[in-house]
């Protein structure tokens, strides 16, 4: 007697057989493949990029020739330190006649203008007072003419100046070249909020840092919080 086989229902096996896929391993696997993807794109939309900004070279070298124009009027060919956010060289302009030494002091009076974020007679003053170490600092030069870049309230940068015959008047100087640049980066909203707001879009995040930049008249930096 032969025994019978079963006959393969097309309909009903197929389903059957798509029920024990889904039931399985393989099933477990992809819901956790779409689960993970789901938390991804939840939290791409939900993530939020500070912005920062920095001096384009233009604006450096309108700040740097209004500064030594200002002390060429007084009779004084010096030399002007333009420096990022960072403490990092934009630009370096060495005026005529100036010795080699100014360009090391420039430097050093910018780099701890941006460091400190404060103007250096007034850390000069720090110095002699209640805080003697900053004086030992690397690369600080705490002597008059360094004064921070502001943008509202963000610091972008620094500006030393070095060659006058005092440093008051190589911070007049500096004061003189900050104003001839005001205009530029006055009109910046250096806010949080307004920052997040204009850094949400996960789908095209570089338009909001070339809308920014351009508003701005300043260069938009984006990073993770």
């Known amino acids: 007697m032969k025994m019978k086989l079963p006959v393969f229902n097309k309909f009903r096996d197929s389903k059957f057989l798509l029920l024990m896929v889904l039931s399985g391993p393989g099933f477990f696997f992809m819901s956790s493949m779409i689960n993970d993807a ?14 920062q900004h920095t001096i384009p070279l233009k604006v450096a070298q309108q700040l740097a020739m209004a500064t030594q124009d200002a002390c060429t009027d007084k009779g004084f060919p010096v030399t002007v330190s333009v420096l990022n956010r960072d403490g990092i060289d934009i630009l370096l302009a060495r005026g005529d006649g100036t010795t080699g030494a100014s360009v090391d002091v420039a430097q050093d009076k910018a780099y701890a203008a941006v460091g400190f974020q404060s103007p250096t007679s007034g850390l000069e003053e720090r110095a002699k007072t209640s805080n003697p170490g ?3 600092v690397e690369g600080f030069t705490v002597l008059p003419g360094g004064l921070p870049i502001r ?17 008051k008047i190589d911070e007049e100087c ?5 104003s001839a640049i005001a205009s530029t980066i006055s009109s910046i909203d250096t806010s949080n909020a307004s920052n997040q707001m204009n850094n949400t879009s996960v789908t095209n995040p570089n338009s909001n840092q070339t809308s920014n930049a351009r508003s701005n008249n300043l260069t938009s930096i984006e990073s993770s919080p």
């Open 134 to 136: 900053i004086i030992a």
């Open 174 to 178: 500096a004061t003189a070249g900050l």
């Open 38 to 51: 789901n938390a991804t794109e939840d939290n791409s939309t939900s993530m939020v990029l500070n912005t």
């Open 151 to 167: 943008a509202g309230d963000e610091v972008v940068g620094g500006i030393g100046v070095s060659g006058a015959p005092s440093g």
